[in-house]
């Protein structure tokens, strides 16, 4: 039996499952992709189609007999109940807080990325260590092969002449409310591409957030990614230099050796102003030790004086990106679904 399945609940679970998804399809192996009916379905199965993809709709079909392993991007807590050998993977990078305690009781194998993770894990989870694997971080081989940049240039009518800033922020918390609504036009000598959070472009408590995206879109030098556009590997090619505040995609972006503005201006619900224990708890404290692989911003302003002076000079953060792409990545050598495979021929199939 060498049936393979990956559960996928949101449609941008599916940037770090295809590599591995791919691989194991080219070596003759049965993948299904089995997708969530509770939300955002029609855009999973439009995803699905594109990339002709096996897939089956329901949570149910995660008790198949007759599947081997199962790969996750969240705790599910039915896992221990599957016939399957189940395997996770967080669908993050970085630092923010994971219920890594429930992950390792749960599933049969943890999969981390580099050695921030993974010693945090084997120190503090001693009994179950052995579970723990280091592999890298599987979203970013694509981005190691990447061989669509000229059609991506022609979908988003990019001048070759101008540098391209990228702006992706988390859908909370986030600096899209005060960033300024006439941000293309401080860059007009720029190309300017905006890729939202999917939670962004969907949740009611964020149509604030989509009339920003709106004003921006009308900039001749702006272009506003739409659900459609699951992935963030494409942009993380195109871009020069990446704008974004708590999100894990500045891991990404700086394991790729380019610059980032972290903006520290945030808009936060008034929960967190009345409890800022809140924020700490989403958040691991150790982000403040990740903060100096580039420039924070404190204000607009100031974000806009740093973006174009680490466009001048991208090599001022060259040595954190590269330590900490180490850390928080592991290896970025477009093989990381490889060694994936390798460990699921060992340990689980």
Known sequence: MNKVAFYIQYPYYFPHFLPIGNLLTTQGYDVVYILSEKQNTKNMIDIAQKHNLTYKLGEDNLYSSNIASIFFANNFLDAPKLSAKTLFMDHGVGTKHCDYATALEIFDIVLVEGDYRYNSLVEKFIP?????????????????????????????????????????????????????????????????????????????????????????????????????????????????????????????????????????????????????????????????????????????????EMVKENLQNKNKYKEQRISFTKDICGQVDGQVSQRIVNLLQKELL
């Not at 720029?190 to 921006?216: E, T």
């Not at 936060?268 to 409890?275: E, V």
């Open 128 to 304: 179950q260590k052995q579970k723990v694997h280091k592999v890298g971080f599987s979203k970013l081989d694509f981005a190691f092969h990447f061989q669509e940049r000229d059609i991506y240039i022609k979908k988003y009518n990019l001048n070759n002449q101008k540098q391209t800033i990228l702006y992706a922020p988390t859908f909370f918390p986030s600096s899209i409310e005060k960033m300024s609504d006439s941000f293309p036009d401080d860059f007009k000598e720029y190309n300017i591409i905006i890729k939202p959070h999917y939670l962004s472009l969907h949740r009611s408590r964020y149509k604030g957030q989509r009339k920003k995206f709106q004003k921006w879109a009308s900039y001749s030098n702006c272009s506003v990614c739409d659900e459609s556009e699951y992935s963030l590997v494409p942009f993380l090619n195109l871009a020069d230099i990446m704008i974004s505040d708590e999100s894990s995609a500045i891991f990404e972006f700086t394991a790729l050796d380019k610059p980032v503005i972290l903006n520290r201006f945030l808009k936060l619900r008034w929960s967190y102003y009345l409890n800022p224990k809140k924020l700490i708890k989403r958040l691991d404290p150790d982000i403040e030790i990740y903060r100096t692989i580039g420039d924070n911003a404190k204000n607009y302003k100031e974000m806009v």
